[in-house]
């Protein structure tokens, strides 16, 4: 985090070019700018990591069918899926 907010910080300034700047801290233009936008849309906050989990799954079961599944196991614990399936 500290060496984002130091590579934004000399980008700013405007002393170096950003290929150099990139270069001397190590990372690629890509991830240079990446960071430069963030911090200009974020602020100090948009440096840190982001979750790279996605946002919704495409394949999840849906929440109104969970809450009927749980309901009916709830009801009939000795139920095991086949049943729940089969009544459901």
């Known amino acids: 985090m500290d060496e ?3 590579f934004v910080v000399e980008c700013l300034a405007g002393d170096e070019t950003m290929t150099q700047l990139c270069a001397d ?8 700018y990446k960071w ?15 979750p790279r989990a996605p946002l919704n799954h495409g394949r999840a079961t849906a929440v109104d069918l969970v809450e009927r599944i749980v309901a009916a196991k709830e009801a009939h614990p000795l139920w095991g899926p086949k049943k729940i399936m089969a009544r459901l």
């Open 4 to 6: 984002r907010l130091r």
């Open 36 to 50: 430069l936008g963030r911090y200009r849309e974020f602020g100090p906050e948009g440096l840190h990591d982001r």
């Open 25 to 32: 801290f190590g990372i690629s233009r890509k991830i240079g």
